[in-house]
């Protein structure tokens, strides 16, 4: 498979992903972060590990997003607080 230190695996069967920390002959070394934030490492064969297809264009572009529409979101609350302050 050509793994190497640094890759971004998953098993074959589904799960979070890994990321490989060391190669031997037959064997992947792994890590991850749990849940609770606690680092695991365990080795395990080559033959149940996959390469992960991450996504990474889009993140920042939808953190942006989610931002400006959250701003849009508080003027638009500002502007109708003001015109019922003005009506009042």
């Known amino acids: 498979m050509g793994l190497k230190a640094g890759d971004v695996v998953v098993l074959k069967s589904g799960g979070q992903a890994l990321t ?3 190669v031997t002959d037959e064997m992947v070394s792994c890590v991850w972060i749990g849940e609770e934030g ?4 365990e080795s395990l064969p080559s033959a149940v590990l ?3 297809h991450i996504d990474m264009s889009n993140d920042e572009d939808e953190d942006e997003h989610h ?4 701003s ?3 003027e ?3 502007h109708h607080e003001k015109e019922k302050a003005e009506v009042a």
């Open 38 to 41: 606690d680092l695991f490492r």
């Open 20 to 22: 490989v920390a060391e």
């Open 50 to 52: 996959e390469l992960a």
């Open 72 to 74: 849009e979101d508080d």
């Open 76 to 78: 638009d609350e500002d």
């Open 67 to 70: 931002a400006d529409e959250d």
